[in-house]
């Protein structure tokens, strides 16, 4: 994966013509991943820690851990590196359109079966009561990058398999308009004409002659619902200017 494959999702929406939360939503999806790239050189002290839950204190709700400094971890950030954006804070970015820095680093983390723990947390936010520490910086939507060839062919795949009603209904308005007109046709021969109109039984009996002429499975055709032709002329009556 390079620089170059990816896209910033702001420049996507004009590219490929698709909403942010349509990407966002595709990504909570596991259709695309999303993506930042590090602006600066940087260096992360994680520490695992276990949980030990949220008690009240003085009227407030305090999230308590417990750190185990003796397996602290340091990860080292390259200036232009790729990181994966987690689910969770695909999930922020939807509902509150940033989350923090931090977030970043923490699956970077070796995964530690060898040791009892629920967590990772950064030194800072170990020790975020103590005053000094700066506020990590916020990845907003303007930070976020995916994969231009991932997201053009996640839009030609719903195009693809995205048939929606107003397509449908379209098309089987058309249908019936086709339907009543070849009706009429018909009905010019007095074989296929009830009186004034077409003869539907008839009609239909022709569909099943078509159909071993031109040796056609006639599958359907011989029960056929006359409803549809029905409805044809009844569609192409309304459609008279």
């Not at 997201?151 to 449908?168: A, I, R």
Request: overall charge negative; charged content about 30%; hydrophobic content about 35%.
């Amino acid at each position: 994966m390079k620089l170059r494959d990816l896209i910033k999702i702001n420049d996507a929406t004009i590219k490929h013509g698709v909403a942010i939360n349509d990407i966002l939503f595709d990504a909570l999806d596991g259709n695309l991943t999303l993506l930042t790239v590090s602006k600066k050189e940087y260096r992360e002290c994680l520490i695992p820690c276990i949980d030990k839950g949220t008690h009240e204190a003085n009227g407030s709700y305090i999230h308590q851990f417990e750190p185990l400094f003796d397996h602290k971890e340091l990860i080292d950030i390259q200036i232009g590196q790729i990181l994966a954006i987690p689910e969770k804070q695909i999930k922020e970015l939807t509902v509150n359109q940033q989350f923090s820095e931090v977030e970043l680093y923490k699956p970077l983390a070796t995964a530690r079966e060898d040791l009892v723990m629920d967590f990772w947390k950064s030194e800072r936010e170990v020790f975020d009561f103590q005053k000094g520490f700066p506020r990590y910086p916020e990845i907003t939507l303007d930070d976020v990058y995916v994969l231009d060839r991932e997201l053009l062919l996640q839009v030609e795949k719903t195009e693809v398999t995205d048939v929606t009603p107003s397509n449908t209904e379209t098309a089987s308005r058309t249908s019936l308009k086709v339907i009543g007109l070849l009706m009429h046709h018909l009905a010019k021969s007095p074989r296929y004409a009830s009186g004034t109109s077409p003869n539907k039984s008839q009609i239909k009996e022709l569909l099943i002659d078509l159909a071993e002429e031109l040796d056609v499975n006639n599958y359907g055709l011989s029960k056929v619902d006359e409803r549809l032709l029905a409805d044809a002329m009844n569609y192409l009556e309304d459609q008279k200017n």
